[in-house]
């Protein structure tokens, strides 16, 4: 059993909760699944854990908006101790419904901003979407990627409102210069804003963001569901011994969290 212990969160419409946890076993970690409202009933637990996942799907319906009540009842909760985590040097990962929880929470991109500066809303498309994407590594400050290895990624999205948007270009010019905007989509010839590359409109290409620790990580395509090379559309063509993309951010984790 690893001694780097995660906590992986459920709640009403989560759905990829088991695949999270296997990807943390097969990165060498050890998870643990837990309800929020288990979680609710005794806060101090996170501070067992050295990381928390926040899955994606579509908690509690999605009813308000994607994210919101999810995030309301993180903050309500268990907002302290998981601020406390990462002040003590752990991490929080988000995934797709998990990446819209933690911005409607304000944990990103962080305190630096205003808490409606940055939000993730509906697609242009007025659609949900559901393809695979590249993404473009752009800081070089989030244990969870690595630029130098990993610069590109190619990953599944599936969302209707992945759409993230800034109150203004400076806000965009503030999460660059801090290394907060942690993975663009990215075409073909190096274009952020075509669709479908860019499958939701999102503001400069932004498909994830790290606070300016680096150790709050979140984004909207799923690394859960690219642990296998198989699960790419052109598998067959692929060299199988490279580490598949997804994979790629439950190893980085457990390699900087381990060492």
Known sequence: MSDLRVLVLRAAGINCDEEVMHCWQLAGATPTLMHVNELAKTPSVIDDFTIVTIPGGFSYGDDLGAGVILARRLMQDVAKPLRQLVERGGGILGICNGFQVLVKMGLLPGQDFGHDQVTVTYNNSSKFEAR????????????????????????????????????????????????????????????????????????????????????????????????????????????????????????????????
Request: hydrophobic share 35%; aromatic share 8%.
């Open 132 to 259: 695979w994407v590249k993404l473009k590594v752009c800081t070089d400050n989030c244990p969870f990627l690595n630029s130098k290895d990993n610069a590109l990624l190619e990953l599944p999205i599936e969302h209707a409102e992945g759409k993230v948007v800034t109150t203004n270009k400076e806000v965009v010019a503030k999460l660059e210069k801090a290394g907060q905007i942690a993975v663009r989509y990215i075409d073909s010839d190096g274009r952020t804003d075509t669709y479908p590359a860019n499958p939701n409109g999102s503001t400069s290409g932004i498909a994830g963001l790290c606070d300016t620790t680096g150790r709050v990580f979140g984004l909207m395509p799923h690394p859960d569901r690219h642990f296998d090379n198989a699960h790419h559309p052109q598998w067959t063509k692929r060299d199988s011994a490279i580490t598949p993309d997804g994979l790629t951010i439950f190893n980085n984790a457990v390699r900087f969290w381990k060492k």
